[in-house]
C-alpha cells in the first residue's frame, strides 16, 4: 500500500523551511478588514504576526515605536482574510474552455470521457500543482479540493494531494475511496494510512485537513451508505455534488433523496455542492439535519446549471458557503467575479439590490465557507490566534466604503501582495515560491500529449 511518507515532499520541506525563517511582520493599514463576527468596521491599525504565521495582535491605532518587527506598509491599501474557495477541482483548471455550449453532463463528457482515460504518471500532480497555485495568485488562500479518481491508479490519483503539499496554499483534501480495492476493509485502510501518515509530518504544512468526496449518491444507496458511515467514524464531512443540473435534478436527482435519507445519510456532516434545485421537503429535511452546502455561482452559469435561492435557504437557515468550482466549468478562479455573478444574479432576479450586500457575499466567500469546511478556527477571518492568511489590495480609485470597493470595483489584477502563515507567496501576480512559467510549460506539453491521444487536435 502507498505510503504518503514514501511521496515526494520537496515542495512542502521548502514551505516548511520558510515558515521557520521569518521573522515577525508588523502590517499597518488604514482598512483592515477582519470579517470577525464582531468587527463589521475597518480598522484604521496594526497586525502583528509572530514567527510561526499566527496573528498576535490585531488593534486600531498605531503599532509600538519600539518594534523591530519587519514592517509592511499598507497605508491607503485594504487588507482582508485570503478567500476560501470550498468546491473545486484543481485538475481542471488544465482544460478550460471545453464544452463550451453544454450543460453539466455533455460537459462531463467532453472532459472526463476525451480526456480521462489518457492520463499518465505525473499529470494529475502537474494539472493539481497549476489549479492550486493559480487560485492562491487569484487570492484563494485555503481551498477543498474535490479530488477525483478519473486517473488510471491509486498512485496517479494520490498525486492530487502530493500536489496540494507542495502547492503552499491551505486545502482540505475530499478524498475518494478506492472503488479498485478489493474490499470495504482495504478501502477504508487506504483512507486511514493517507490520513496517519499525514498527521505524522511535523507542522506547519498547507493540509488543514480531510473529508470524503461522496460518489455513492451516483452510484448505488449501498456506496453511499459505505461512504457515510466512514465518515461518520472519523468524524469527516462528505461533500456530494447535489441537484446540480435542472433536468437531471427534476428526472432523478429529487427522488434519489429517499435513499440519500435512509439510515442517517443526511447529517449535520453532509454538505451540499450546488444544490440548486432543492424541493422545500429536501431542503426543510437537509436544514433540520444539519446539512450545509457550496454555492458555486461561476460554474452554475457557464453550465447554465440555474440560480440558487441563496436569500431563501439563509432565511430557513442553511449553513452556506462559496466556491469557484471546477476551474474548467468556471474556468477563472477569481473570487471577485464569483462573488459579482451571484450577487449580480440575484439582485436581477429580483430587482431588489438589498437582496444581498458587498459585506454578506464577502462573507460567503471568506468566514462562512470556513465554517462550512470547519476550519474556521484558524482560517477565514483576521483574528488573534489564527493563520495570518490575508491579501492586500490597491484599490483603483478611493475608497468610500471598503467592502463595496472589494466587491464591486475590485479583481484579481488588483491584488498587490498575497500571505499565507504570514509569508508572502505572491506579489504583484508573480509566485514567488513556485517557478509558475515552469509549470505552466509543463502543463501544456502535458496536455498536449493528451489532447493528441484523444484525437483532439488544438
Known sequence: MMNIRSLSLLGTLCFLTVQIAVAQTLVRSDYIITMAADQIEAIDGYMLIDEAGK????????PPAESD??????????????????????????????????????WIRELHGTFGRHFERGDMYAFTLYGALDQLANGITTTLNHSQNIAPTYADYIEQFTAGMDA??????SYVLD???????????????????????????????????????????????????????????????????????YQEGQAKFVDLKTDGGVWDGLVYAHFVHPTEDILQISIDAGAKMIWNPLSN????????????????????????????????????????MGMYALRMRDSDASVMSCYQVLSLHTIKTAEVLEVADRVGSLEVGKLADFLIVEPESPVFDPY???????????????????????DAGELLLHEMAEVKKEVAERVDRIAKAAGVFK
Open 301 to 340: 452559469g457557464r453550465l447554465a446549471s440555474g440560480l440558487a435561492d441563496i436569500p431563501k435557504y439563509q432565511a430557513m437557515g442553511l449553513e452556506i458557503g462559496m466556491g469557484v468550482d471546477g476551474a474548467g466549468s468556471a474556468d477563472i478562479c477569481d473570487p471577485f467575479q464569483n462573488m459579482r
Open 179 to 249: 472503488r479498485n480495492a478489493a474490499s470495504p476493509e482495504e478501502r477504508r485502510a487506504k483512507l486511514v494510512d493517507l490520513m496517519e501518515a499525514t498527521a505524522a509530518i511535523e507542522e506547519p504544512h498547507p493540509c488543514l485537513g480531510f473529508g470524503l468526496h461522496g460518489m455513492g449518491v451516483h452510484f448505488s444507496i449501498e456506496r453511499h451508505q459505505e461512504e457515510v458511515a466512514l465518515a461518520k467514524e472519523f468524524d469527516l464531512d462528505m461533500q456530494i455534488h447535489y441537484l446540480e443540473e435542472k433536468a437531471q435534478s
Open 55 to 62: 496573528i498576535v495582535e490585531l488593534a486600531a491605532g498605531e
Open 404 to 426: 463595496a470597493t472589494l466587491v464591486l470595483a475590485t479583481s484579481a489584477s488588483d491584488i498587490e501582495s498575497v500571505w499565507v502563515r504570514g509569508v508572502k507567496q505572491v
Open 69 to 106: 518587527a519587519y514592517y509592511v506598509d499598507a497605508i491607503g491599501k485594504i487588507v482582508l482574510p485570503g478567500f476560501v474557495s470550498g468546491h473545486n477541482h484543481l485538475w481542471q483548471s488544465a482544460f478550460r474552455g471545453r464544452g463550451s455550449d453544454k450543460e453539466l453532463y455533455g
Open 168 to 173: 503552499g496554499q491551505h486545502f482540505v483534501f
